[in-house]
């Protein structure tokens, strides 16, 4: 989820849409915030386009690390769990 999440914030759906096909990883927990960092970085090169999609990038990562509890599913941050296993 970590690396959809990056690339989410260069403002590129098709490369988090082929992360997800290719891992089979898709989290509705989490894709409402990916989708609203696609947004954020696509505004944010509209209103500055002499910034690079990196620099906006790093933008965007500092705040996902500020708001990490917000931005990814609780459930799979538990220690020792593994949802995967039944």
């Not at 490369?15 to 096909?21: A, H, K, R, S």
């Not at 609203?36 to 090169?45: F, H, K, V």
Request: with cysteine; aromatic share 6%.
């Amino acid at each position: 989820m970590e690396e959809q999440v990056h690339a989410a914030c260069l403002g590129v759906a098709q490369t988090v849409e082929n992360m997800q096909t290719a891992t089979g990883v898709k989290d509705a927990f989490t894709q409402h915030w990916i989708d609203d960092l696609i947004e954020r970085s696509r505004n944010l090169r509209k209103a500055h386009p002499e910034r690079s999609a990196t620099d906006i990038q790093e933008e965007l990562m500092a705040w996902v690390l500020e708001n990490k509890d917000a931005v990814y599913n609780p459930f799979l941050t538990l220690k020792g769990d593994d949802a995967n296993v039944s």
